[in-house]
């Protein structure tokens, strides 16, 4: 990619730009004089797209005027909401639809799922996790290891980058499995990683994983939306995710889940159940025993808060329009172009520490500035630029391709220019 350092160049790309349009999709926050603002914060809350309240309308005049009979009657019934979604969910994570369920939230699936894939023995108890794993994670894989008797500090061991390194290496990992493999019961990795913002080989872990016979699980967080994990050619066991990142589907909406399909139909697997899982054909005769549905779908447990699905459902719609591959390709030349001008200031206190290699990222980038301090983020912030910023010294930048635009990556970086040098 020919990239050049100019606002006129940046306007080019924009107009040439097949998803340029999108942006009008999406409510764009402003500042107190309606100025939008810069928004690269889509890694920690995407944006609003604008039709999210007529979706969520539509259930609430069902209810107004349906009440209890719009599970069966309403336009788009409650009663198999979460069908509606499994399609474009699965089409976004590279699975089938029946491999897919959008349920509870991200770190309650992630326990749900280690109900059935985290069995450990006396022998073969431990689990590894990549080093910087986003803390809820690191809290869930520790309290389960306690609820089933081990010593948290024993049975986690953590996947790190090399002294003096900030990324993950593969090899690493197998050195880890090949000491320790016939101890370990569960690879749990979250990719991308939220801090670093290195994608993880998944299908590599996964083959690592099951030649040493442990479950191999992804926490896709920052994975969903941004890039494409193709979950079920990985033969992972499972995954989750949450939707209010990458999937635009506001502040603490629903999680997603992913069971591999050679898990669908095995009733033995140990579960925690309710009736949302149970068997659609017989779910009301309450009076019958626990019945399976086949795939992620039997994993759920209550009946879903419907105004929450319907703003899944709005940004799910925003996806298939633009079409995941589109997405992702047009990510790819953002993030560049953003790369491409930090280089160009070529100032020695500032590194990306993400993966430069774009097979190993998505849109996010991690920028170190070496002596700063979080004075650097509030000051961005005044320009009129909503980042992240992370201790001790870490921006995270995220240009989201559905609604940034290569103008949005070059202001930032003239922005950024300033606050460094003053
Ligand atoms: C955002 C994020 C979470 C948040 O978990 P919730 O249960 O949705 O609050 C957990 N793990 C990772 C890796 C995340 O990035």
């Not at 069902?62 to 069908?83: F, I, N, Q, S």
């Not at 280089?343 to 991690?366: A, F, K, W, Y």
């Amino acid at each position: 990619m020919n990239y050049q350092n100019s606002f006129e160049f940046a306007q080019k790309k924009d107009t040439e730009d097949s998803l340029s349009s999108f942006r009008n999709k999406f409510h764009i926050p402003t500042d107190s004089s309606s100025n939008e603002l810069i928004y690269l914060c889509g890694n920690s809350l995407g944006l609003q797209p604008k039709t999210t309240s007529k979706y969520i309308e539509e259930e609430l005049n069902d209810w107004a005027t349906l009440g209890v009979e719009g599970h069966t009657e309403g336009k788009h019934p409650w009663l198999p909401y979460h069908e509606f979604l499994s399609q474009s969910m699965a089409k976004i994570v590279g699975a089938k639809p029946s491999e897919v369920v959008m349920m509870n939230t991200l770190t309650t699936n992630l326990h749900l799922m280690m109900v059935s894939f985290y069995q450990p023995t006396a022998k073969k108890y431990k689990i590894v996790i990549e080093a910087d794993a986003f803390p809820s994670d690191k809290y869930a894989m520790e309290s389960q290891l306690r609820f089933h008797g081990f010593d948290e500090k024993e049975g986690l061991i953590l996947w790190k980058p090399r002294e003096g390194e900030e990324l993950c290496r593969f090899e690493d990992l197998e050195t880890i499995l090949s000491e320790q493999g016939n101890e370990i019961a569960l690879l749990m990795i979250g990719s991308t990683n939220y801090y670093s913002g290195q994608a993880y080989p998944l299908k590599k872990i996964t083959q690592l994983g099951h030649k040493h016979n442990c479950k191999v699980g992804f926490d896709l967080a920052h994975g969903a939306g941004n890039i494409q994990p193709n979950l079920h050619d990985t033969g992972a066991d499972f995954a989750v995710w949450c939707s209010y990142k990458y999937l635009n589907s506001g502040p603490g909406s629903l999680g997603g889940c992913f069971v591999h399909e050679r898990h669908a139909n095995n009733k033995d697997l140990k579960r925690f159940t309710g009736w949302w899982g149970h068997n659609k054909e017989t779910r009301f005769n309450m009076r019958k025993e626990f019945d399976a549905l086949p795939g992620a779908e039997g994993w759920q447990l209550s009946n879903p808060p419907i105004l929450s699905m319907a703003a899944i459902r709005a940004s799910l719609d925003v996806f298939e329009e633009a079409g995941f591959e589109n997405i992702r390709e047009k990510s790819l030349q953002l993030t560049g172009f953003l790369e491409f001008l930090l280089d160009e200031m070529h100032n020695e206190s500032i590194s990306v520490i993400t993966p430069r290699n774009p097979e190993e990222r998505g849109c996010q980038l991690s920028i170190q500035v070496k002596n700063a301090d979080k004075n650097l983020h509030t000051k961005l912030t005044e320009a009129g630029v909503i980042s992240d910023w992370r201790e001790p010294d870490v921006i995270r930048i995220a240009p989201a391709p559905l609604y940034n635009s290569f103008s949005d990556v070059f202001q930032f970086v003239q922005k950024l220019k300033q606050v460094v040098t003053n």
